[in-house]
């Protein structure tokens, strides 16, 4: 096999396993929401719904229901400051669709995937441009069998497009800096407008490109004429005003031009003012009555609401949870830690080697100022999400960073070119390792946690959210059912934006809380703590600071998992007595309590692999 053939089979592997994982996975957190936003632009032409995220992702996974008229149910619908209607909204979508719920977002996954694809392109081009083509293949397998890609490449989530499209924007612009033509003018401009139109971080390239430019021209060690200077300098700002043309298409261009100081914000930044909840009655604006309020903005009026609502989301303090702890607010270095446990090792690994080659060989440099502008975005990313620190959920925040991370490190690739075999033979087993380690979790590839932390299952023991649990797991939880018809009745406590019972799943039960807790001091004692029977529940809520289940991880084994974020436990009369004399609760005398069955026997113990 050569290796253009080699590369053909990595895509076509890459797209069939975002394919296969996008039929798994139940509908994670947000989707639901996404559905109902991709809805409202379609039906109405509107774009309230969604606004923290710009639209275009929403767009394209909404089409299937858009062909096939599924109903939205609008009773539910307001406007206003502040107003997020889309929970209402989801769950009358939710009702109206029930069970097809599922086959639809695996519809529009499905549509989704060429936009994931398309960051293969970039890594390919810009690497083979850079490093020649043994860095383009690392740099394609790194981005195929990256966990973080596959586990939200698949979804209807703007991170994976946001750093397809963000690695595209980039390179387009890079050439663009190399040779200045006109057609590399329109194509850097309409790539900046796509990539800033999939997720809001982008938007900051608007105002870094320039200063990029200026950069490059001063240390380009050329003097260039004047003329070439402002022609250069027209370019520049043909590029930012096809971006800004294509961000405002993808809303119509919706109250574009409208001046700063008519907006009405809420996040202390743009407002001035302090809003404890939303919505409000009436926002603020710090610009109103002095001369920036008379700025005519060139950007869509939800597009710019979108990022002050996102801004009040970091301003204020939310509850985040790191290596065991939970605090009001973030830690700066979050998004770090979470890279260095849930990035494989075997990525680390060609990290190193590529620092290494880079500060002891020439060979393996591209140029400063190359690196530099690839390097750049990623940097920005970084920096920008780790300044926030009113909460940290998410890794996926620094998503986008990834395809230039993934390129530069492919430098090492140049070792099969240049003959040097140990670096080779090196390079190689940490690439097969990276991959192998991704594709030993997969499909469970959200869930991906490396060897350093113990992997998936010690995961929730470092980060949780949609790091390890986004409810992704429901429909091998009803799988898993469906095999064991002895473990019914269950109870369920299960972590989403909708109810298990959308799956078939009776929830009607929930596990008995433990004696601590604020859940704990409502009930009778003999009512808390554990009792014989079959439960599922979340690992979120058995990490959750309330400690309503906490008592589940201290003292009993899991004997099943669905996926590796929903926990599967069958617990005997006499265990559950032996952890209440623990706890100091009363004993249970009868043998049906709660969720409880009349025979207890030995249960196979099971797990994702």
């Not at 009773?75 to 009702?95: F, H, N, S, W």
């Not at 970039?122 to 293949?137: E, H, Q, T």
């Not at 490449?153 to 190399?178: C, E, K, M, N, Q």
Request: hydrophobic share 45%.
């Amino acid at each position: 096999m050569n290796s253009k053939a080699l590369v053909c089979f990595v895509i076509a592997l890459h797209a069939l396993l975002l394919a296969w994982a996008a039929a798994r996975d139940a509908c994670v957190w947000n989707e639901p929401s996404e559905l109902v936003a991709g809805m409202e632009h379609w039906n109405f032409g509107t774009f309230r719904l969604g606004r923290t995220n710009p639209p275009l992702v929403r767009i394209i996974g909404t089409i299937p229901l858009v062909a096939l008229s599924v109903r939205v149910p609008w009773t539910e619908y307001r406007d206003g400051v502040g107003v997020r209607a889309e929970p209402a909204l989801r769950r009358g979508l939710i009702k109206e669709c029930r069970t097809k719920l599922f086959c639809l977002t695996t519809a529009g996954r499905w549509v989704c995937l060429p936009v994931t694809l398309i960051g293969v392109y970039a890594c390919l081009r810009w690497s083979s441009d850079l490093y020649g083509w043994s860095g383009a293949m690392v740099a394609a397998i790194l981005w195929c069998f990256s966990p973080s890609n596959l586990a939200h490449g698949h979804l209807i989530s703007p991170d994976a497009a946001a750093a397809a499209l963000g690695a595209v924007g980039a390179y387009t612009f890079w050439r663009w800096l190399r040779r200045p033509t006109i057609l590399r003018t329109l194509v850097a401009g309409v790539s900046l407008g796509l990539c800033a139109s999939a997720k809001a971080t982008w938007a900051v390239l608007l105002g870094f490109w320039p200063l990029v430019w200026l950069f490059c021209l001063a240390t380009s060690g050329r003097q260039l004429a004047r003329v070439t200077q402002l022609y250069q300098a027209l370019q520049l700002a043909s590029i930012l005003l096809v971006a800004l043309c294509v961000v405002n298409l993808f809303y119509g261009f919706d109250g574009t031009f409208q001046r700063l100081g008519d907006y009405s914000f809420v996040s202390a930044a743009l407002s001035g003012e302090q809003f404890a909840s939303l919505p409000v009655e009436l926002g603020g604006n710090r610009f109103s009555g002095t001369w920036a309020g008379g700025i005519a903005i060139p950007l869509p009026r939800d597009y710019v609401l979108g990022m002050d609502l996102q801004k009040w989301d970091f301003e204020r303090k939310m509850w985040s949870y790191l290596r065991g702890q939970w605090r009001l607010g973030g830690w700066w270095y979050y998004y770090l830690y979470a890279m260095a446990v849930k990035v494989p090792l075997g990525i680390w690994v060609l990290g190193a080697l590529a620092v290494f080659l880079t500060c002891t060989d020439r060979r393996y440099r591209a140029g400063w100022r190359n690196e530099l502008v690839l390097l750049a975005p990623a940097l920005a990313v970084l920096v920008l999400v780790s300044s926030q620190t009113g909460f940290n959920h998410h890794m996926r925040y620094v998503l986008p960073a990834f395809p230039f991370l993934f390129i530069w490190i492919s430098k090492v690739g140049r070792a099969f070119e240049l003959g040097h075999r140990t670096v080779a033979v090196m390079g190689a087993a940490a690439l097969v390792w990276s991959a192998g380690s991704s594709l030993w979790i997969y499909p469970h590839s959200l869930s991906y946690f490396n060897e350093s932390v113990g992997g998936p299952r010690r995961g929730h023991e470092h980060l949780v959210d949609s790091n390890i649990d986004w409810g992704q797991d429901l429909l091998y939880l009803k799988r898993w059912l469906d095999a064991h018809p002895e473990a019914r009745p269950m109870a369920v406590a299960y972590r989403n934006s909708y109810d298990a019972s959308v799956a078939g799943i009776d929830d009607s039960r929930k596990p008995p809380p433990g004696p601590t807790g604020v859940y704990a001091t409502a009930r009778a004692r003999e009512k808390l703590g554990p009792m014989p029977g079959w439960y599922a529940i979340s690992v979120h809520l058995l990490r959750h600071r309330h400690e309503r289940y906490k008592y589940f991880l201290d003292y009993f084994q899991p004997v099943a998992m669905a996926g590796y974020s929903i926990y599967i436990y069958h617990i005997t009369l006499d265990e559950a007595n032996r952890v209440r004399r623990r706890l100091g609760l009363p004993e249970l005398g009868g043998t049906e309590h709660g969720a409880g069955r009349r025979e207890y026997g030995a249960t196979i113990c099971e797990s994702s692999k």
